[in-house]
């Protein structure tokens, strides 16, 4: 499986973003897919999942920001950033998993090259 992200940018404190992963290869469907993030000197934290079956699960820092969504027929999955902070500044990536939930970035196998999100105050 082939993953990438984009939507990526810059933006002022307050605004928003929408990320997309696209997958190629593999069958999208039978995959959880997560999305975490990297910020400068930072380890890699987890962000948002979205289970095979459209559940969702956030890192409590995102909750009510951020939202993941997944369409299947597009083998893509989103995540909607709102009321973003300075402190969601980092590199965004997304990943697979064949867990049903999972926040341990051990358990995803394939991941995406990445695309930087810089939130300016």
């Known amino acids: 499986v082939q993953l990438q992200a984009s939507g990526g940018g810059l933006v002022q404190a307050g605004g928003s973003l929408r990320l997309s992963c696209a997958a190629s290869?593999?069958?999208?469907?039978?995959?959880?897919m997560g999305w975490f993030r990297q910020a400068p000197g930072k380890e890699r934290e987890f962000v948002a999942g979205?289970?095979?079956?459209?559940?969702?699960y956030y890192a409590n820092f995102v909750k009510g920001r951020f939202t993941i969504s997944r369409d299947n027929a597009k083998k893509t999955v989103y995540l909607q950033m709102n009321s973003l902070k300075p402190e969601d500044t980092a590199v965004y990536y997304c990943?697979?998993?064949?867990?049903?939930?999972?926040?341990?970035?051990?358990?995803?196998?394939?991941w995406g090259q990445g695309t930087l999100v810089t939130v300016s105050s």
């Open positions: 290869g593999g069958t999208f469907s039978i995959y959880g």
């Open positions: 990943a697979t998993t064949p867990r049903v939930e999972t926040a341990d970035e051990d358990e995803y196998d394939y």
């Open positions: 979205v289970r095979r079956t459209f559940g969702t």
